[in-house]
C-alpha cells in the first residue's frame, strides 16, 4: 500500500513551453500533498504545501505565477511549470500524506528545458 | 545554525558491517522523526516513522529517538551492497501543516 505515482518521469521541453506534472495516490486518499524541487546531490527542497481544494501554500522564494499548483481532489494534485528555462532544469517530486502524517514519495519527474 | 544537521558522507562499510547514521536537531517542537532511503534518480521511500522517543525496530532496521539530546539514529544490521544508498532523516512538529524538515542525506557505500 501506500503508491503515489507521478507522470511523466521525464520531460525535454523547449524554453518558454508550459510542463504539467501529475502526481496521485493510488491507494490511499492523501489529506495533503507536497511538491519538492532537488538539485543533484542535495536534499530535497520544498516548494509548496497542496491541499485539495484549497489553495497552495509556497515557500518563501518560490514563485506561485511560475509554479502552478492544483489540487482537483483527495488523490490529485497537479504542478505546472510555466513558460519553463533551462534554469527550471530539475527533479521534481511530489509526496502525499496520508492520516497518520505519513508522507510517501512518488518516483519523481526529471524536467529538461533546452 | 539549520534545523536539522546529517553529514553528508559518504560513508563506505563492507558488507555485513552495522552501519550508524545519524541526525542532530535543534528544535524542541519535533515530535515525529522518519528516516527515507533514496535511490539515485528515484523519490526516496519511507523505512522508519517514529513518535516521541524510544526504539522501533523492522528487520534490519533500528531507528533511535533521543529527545532529551535531540539526536536520532538509524541502524542497519547485516549491510548488504543493495543498502547503498542516500539516507535522508526527516522531522516533524505537531501543528501546522506538519510538513517535513530535512536533514542533507548521508550518502552509503556498502563494499562487497
Known amino acids: 500500500g501506500a503508491v503515489v505515482s507521478q507522470h511523466p518521469s521525464r520531460v525535454i521541453c523547449k524554453s518558454g513551453t508550459s510542463v504539467k506534472i501529475e502526481c496521485r495516490s493510488l491507494?490511499?486518499?492523501?489529506?495533503?500533498m507536497f511538491w519538492y524541487r532537488q538539485f543533484p546531490k542535495q536534499s530535497l527542497m520544498l516548494m509548496a504545501t497542496?491541499?485539495?481544494?484549497?489553495?497552495?501554500?509556497?515557500e518563501q522564494g518560490v514563485e506561485k505565477d511560475k509554479f502552478l499548483i492544483n489540487h482537483a481532489s483527495l488523490t490529485l494534485s497537479t504542478l505546472t511549470v510555466t513558460s519553463a528555462h533551462p534554469e527550471d532544469s530539475s527533479f521534481y517530486i511530489c509526496?502525499?500524506?496520508?492520516?497518520?502524517?505519513?508522507?510517501?514519495f512518488g518516483p519523481g519527474t526529471r524536467l529538461t528545458v533546452l | 545554525q539549520k534545523e536539522v544537521e546529517q553529514d553528508p558522507g559518504p560513508l563506505s562499510v563492507p558488507e555485513g558491517a552495522i552501519v550508524s547514521l545519524n541526525c542532530t536537531y535543534s528544535n524542541s517542537a519535533f515530535q515525529y522523526f522518519m528516516w527515507y532511503r533514496q535511490y539515485s534518480r528515484k523519490g526516496p521511500e519511507l523505512l522508519m516513522y517514529?513518535?516521541?522517543?524510544g526504539n522501533k525496530e523492522d528487520g534490519r532496521f533500528t531507528a533511535q529517538v533521543d529527545k532529551s539530546s535531540k539526536y536520532i539514529s538509524l541502524f542497519i544490521r547485516d549491510s548488504q551492497p543493495s543498502d547503498s544508498a542516500t539516507y535522508l532523516c526527516a522531522m516533524s512538529s505537531t501543528s501546522g501543516t506538519y510538513k517535513y524538515i530535512f536533514g542533507t542525506g548521508t550518502r552509503l557505500k556498502v563494499l562487497a
Open positions: 517514529t513518535y516521541s522517543s
Open positions: 509526496s502525499a500524506t496520508n492520516t497518520y502524517n505519513e508522507q510517501f
Open positions: 491507494d490511499f486518499q492523501a489529506t495533503t
Open positions: 497542496s491541499n485539495e481544494g484549497s489553495k497552495a501554500t509556497y
